[in-house]
């Protein structure tokens, strides 16, 4: 069983930054690629930021030149360094772990975090 667990979430002024964690544990051979949503009351879960397991990051248009997505690949751990935050950022962010792994010739699967609250005050 896999389980990831986000944490650093919380509340920051405008324009402060928070840096949010997400730690994969369990069976785990191998990760492809980890990433960050977000959902705002009454919004879709959206796509905020994903890294491969090589490194090769991509990003929202609303988090270009503000967020930056990193990984610890040794940690199962992906991070999410928010700067400048706005008071639109405000959302549960959401970790996921694509094509995880528990040996090396086992089909990857998909699984998601609970969840951490960033709110962003003005």
């Known amino acids: 069983q896999v389980q990831l667990d986000e944490s650093g979430g919380g509340l920051v002024q405008a324009g402060g930054s928070l840096r949010l964690s997400c730690a994969a544990s369990g069976s785990i051979f191998s990760i492809n690629a980890m990433g960050w949503y977000r959902q705002a009351p009454g919004d879709q879960r959206e796509l905020v930021a994903s890294?491969?397991?090589?490194?090769?990051?991509d990003y929202a248009d609303t988090a270009k030149g503000r967020f930056t997505i990193s990984r610890d690949n040794a940690k199962n751990t992906v991070y999410l360094q928010m700067n400048n935050q706005k008071p639109e950022d405000r959302a549960v962010y959401y970790c996921k772990g694509e094509g995880i792994r528990y040996y090396r010739f086992a089909s990857g699967e998909d699984y998601w975090g609970k969840g951490a609250l960033v709110t962003v005050s003005t």
């Open positions: 890294i491969t397991s090589g490194g090769s990051a």
